[in-house]
């Protein structure tokens, strides 16, 4: 009897373990990558290069819309919003286009938020204590943090939030590159 009670849970365990491989092998991952360019915003009466008071200044930059093109992801992949588990920043880069001599000396640290029609804004990416010569930032992400009702959206909005120390070059041109990862799974 004990010896038939100890095969029934371990049959069980097993046609459990076994459902659950089959739903891990029916997940869709997928990347999808996004480029914006931005201009840093001209700040009124200052002159490239000289440094700001101690303490610095607070940089915001406009929102900038983006087409998530999320319907088409999803159809490309052959399922659904509802069947859409998860979506994550992956990552985020930040690099100087234009002009070529720019980097983010002027630059102590700074903040990627995301929003949406329906969405609140909230952070997304950042790094502080900018090393000097950079002209490509690697921003740190929450990879934990499910970005699912701004992604089915058809626009999702960029902002930047920086804190300089220095005037930038007016004009400087930026260009965003992130990655989000999308997980859906058909069996759910």
Not at 21 to 43: E, F, G, H, M, W
Not at 115 to 129: H, T, V
Request: net charge neutral; charged share 10%; proline share 7%.
């Amino acid at each position: 009897m004990k010896k038939m009670m100890i095969l029934s849970v371990i049959a069980i365990s097993a046609v459990f373990a076994s459902c659950n491989k089959v739903t891990q092998l029916a997940n869709i991952n997928v990347d999808i990558p996004y480029n914006q360019q931005v201009s840093v915003p001209q700040i009124p009466g200052a002159i490239y290069g000289i440094p700001l008071p101690p303490g610095g200044a607070t940089l915001n930059f406009p929102a900038v819309p983006v087409a998530t093109n999320s319907q088409d992801y999803i159809a490309q992949n052959k399922t659904s919003i509802e069947k859409v588990v998860n979506v994550y920043l992956k990552s985020l880069a930040i690099q100087i286009l234009s002009p070529a001599n720019q980097n983010f000396d002027f630059l102590d640290n700074i903040q990627v938020y995301i929003s949406s029609k329906s969405q609140p804004e909230r952070i997304i990416a950042d790094q502080y204590n900018i090393p000097k010569g950079q002209t490509t930032l690697n921003l740190a992400t929450s990879t934990d943090v499910n970005l699912k009702n701004y992604f089915i959206e058809d626009t999702i909005y960029f902002r930047l939030n920086a804190h300089i120390n220095a005037v930038p070059i007016s004009g400087t041109q930026l260009n965003i590159a992130s990655v989000f990862h999308m997980l859906a799974n058909p069996l759910l």
